[in-house]
């Protein structure tokens, strides 16, 4: 049987540096890739993502995973070191509603000192990343099968995490309320979105206020390809 013939992701480092002022380096470039094939195949069975053209892939899963990141990207000569907290033995950060492992996949191996955790409610998505992280060979990324609203309950995990990502999971109030339980207080959260509006900040302002956070900041910008209109919400976890 022939085997089907996987194509190449571009390396795009001009745009990864103009845009990040971040460049993978030959093993993060070699695990993207990686990723891509893991992908594709996994698609054949569990329709993981419609986004399959190399180029597409590299600007819908790679890149827009990591901008939401971009902050605390290590700049190329700092050791590698995770901007904006401080240097200390572990840092965590949770992916909720993962799904087919973005953006927590890309943070992972664009990260290696960030301990990221997986989280998804669907089994055989689940099961599909747990093929996955082996055969990347990626140390410091783990799956977790289960509801956020009953996985933050939990001592392991309630006020654990130093980062959260939600990326297409819901209304951003709802996304709101499912990353700040997971905090620690000074925590991160990061919201990906589309188009925003005024309402939509108010509404998540209302929403989170409960339970800790405030609204950060918003940052707008466009895809280096296709010049889509994307934001990224930033939540703190303040109590």
Request: net charge neutral; aromatic share 8%.
């Amino acid at each position: 049987m022939n085997q089907i013939k996987i194509p190449v992701l571009p390396e795009m480092n001009e745009l990864w540096q103009e845009s990040m002022n971040w460049v993978p380096n030959d093993s993060q470039q070699q695990h993207f890739q990686r990723l891509y094939q893991l992908i594709l195949e996994g698609n054949r069975s569990l329709n993981l993502t419609r986004i399959t053209e190399p180029i597409e892939f590299w600007e819908k899963h790679l890149w827009d995973s990591l901008r939401g990141i971009a902050r605390l990207l290590p700049v190329n000569d700092n050791l590698g070191e995770i901007r904006e907290f401080p240097p200390q033995s572990l840092l965590k950060a949770i992916d909720i509603g993962t799904g087919g492992g973005f953006p927590g996949l890309p943070v992972a191996i664009a990260l290696p000192t960030l301990s990221v955790t997986l989280l998804d409610s669907t089994r055989k998505k689940i099961d599909f990343l747990d093929t996955v992280l082996p055969s990347l060979a990626v140390k410091n990324a783990a799956t977790l099968l289960g509801r956020s609203d009953e996985v933050w309950r939990q001592p392991p995990h309630k006020a654990a995490y130093n980062l959260a990502f939600l990326r297409a999971v819901g209304a951003a109030s709802v996304c709101g309320k499912y990353a700040l339980p997971f905090l620690k207080n000074g925590g991160l959260a990061v919201l990906y979105r589309g188009n925003w509006t005024v309402e939509e900040e108010t509404e998540l302002q209302s929403a989170i206020e409960p339970l800790g956070g405030t609204v950060e900041s918003v940052e707008a910008f466009t895809t280096p390809v296709s010049h889509s209109v994307r934001h990224c919400v930033y939540l703190r976890k303040v109590v």
